[in-house]
């Protein structure tokens, strides 16, 4: 079974860095598209990054891009996302999501489209 556990939350100033990470398993029968989401009180949940196993291609929606970076190791053993130059509009719980095979570029960054989640890690900006 597909498990992901996520770490690395906490409280940053505004402006500052964080780093999350997603220890990730059970990544079998082909590729995965795997990501970010986050959902924070009074907001839809809304995906920040996303990265396919089978060509490492990644995507992030206007609201982070060039602030976020998602990567993994090279044995998919951990998914990790780099945010920098926080701003409080980022506080929210952030979950490692994974799907198995290939996602249409219209429905990548959508939040609703994983079956395999994390219990999140809250991030904190202020």
């Known amino acids: 079974d597909v498990q992901l556990v996520e770490s690395g939350g906490g409280s940053v100033q505004a402006g500052g860095s964080l780093g999350l990470y997603c220890a990730v398993s059970?990544?079998?029968?082909?590729?995965?598209?795997m990501g970010w989401v986050r959902q924070a009180p009074g907001k839809e949940r809304e995906a920040v990054a996303a990265?396919?196993?089978?060509?490492?291609?990644?995507y992030y929606p206007d609201s982070v891009k060039g602030r976020f970076t998602i990567s993994q190791d090279n044995a998919w053993s951990t998914l990790y996302l780099q945010m920098n130059s926080l701003k409080p509009e980022d506080t929210a719980m952030y979950y490692c999501?994974?799907?198995?095979?290939?996602?249409?570029?219209?429905?990548?960054?959508?939040?609703?489209?994983?079956?395999?989640w994390g219990q999140g890690t809250q991030v904190t900006v202020s």
């Open positions: 990265i396919y196993q089978g060509d490492g291609g990644t």
């Open positions: 999501a994974a799907i198995k095979g290939w996602v249409s570029a219209g429905r990548r960054l959508r939040g609703d489209i994983y079956n395999h």
């Open positions: 059970g990544l079998t029968g082909g590729s995965y598209f």
